[in-house]
C-alpha cells in the first residue's frame, strides 16, 4: 500500500492535486503515491478503497482550495470540520448494509 495519500474533493483544485502526486510520484515512486484517481482499479468499491488507503498511509496531504467549504456530498452537507486535535471525524451511516 502507498504511503502517502494525496486527498482533494472532486470540484475543488483537481488539477493542483494532480499536479503534486505527479511530483511526488517523480520524487519517491508510483507505487509510494496514493491518488484515487489513478490508484483505485475498476471495478474495485472506491469508498472501501479510500477507507483502506488512509488506514495505511504514512502521511496524508489534504490538498485545500478556495472552494473546499462550498463543495457538498451526496447528503448536502457542508464539509466536516476539524476537532481541537486536528483530526476529522468521519462517521458512517446508522445502516451500514449495502454501503462501504
Known amino acids: 500500500m502507498p504511503d502517502i495519500f494525496v486527498n482533494y474533493r472532486t470540484g475543488d483544485e483537481e488539477s493542483a492535486a494532480t499536479v503534486i502526486a505527479r511530483e511526488l510520484a517523480l520524487r519517491f515512486g508510483d507505487e509510494r503515491i496514493f491518488f484515487a484517481g489513478s490508484s483505485i482499479e475498476p471495478g474495485r ?9 488512509v488506514e495505511e498511509c504514512e502521511a496524508l496531504l489534504a490538498v485545500i482550495g478556495p472552494r473546499w467549504a462550498e463543495v457538498r456530498g451526496p ?6 470540520k476539524p476537532s481541537r486535535t ?15
Request: proline share 13%; hydrophobic share 35%.
Open 45 to 53: 468499491r472506491f469508498p472501501v478503497e479510500l477507507v483502506r488507503a
Open 86 to 100: 486536528g483530526r476529522v471525524a468521519r462517521s458512517r451511516p446508522r445502516s451500514t448494509a449495502g454501503s462501504w
Open 75 to 80: 447528503t448536502a452537507a457542508p464539509p466536516s
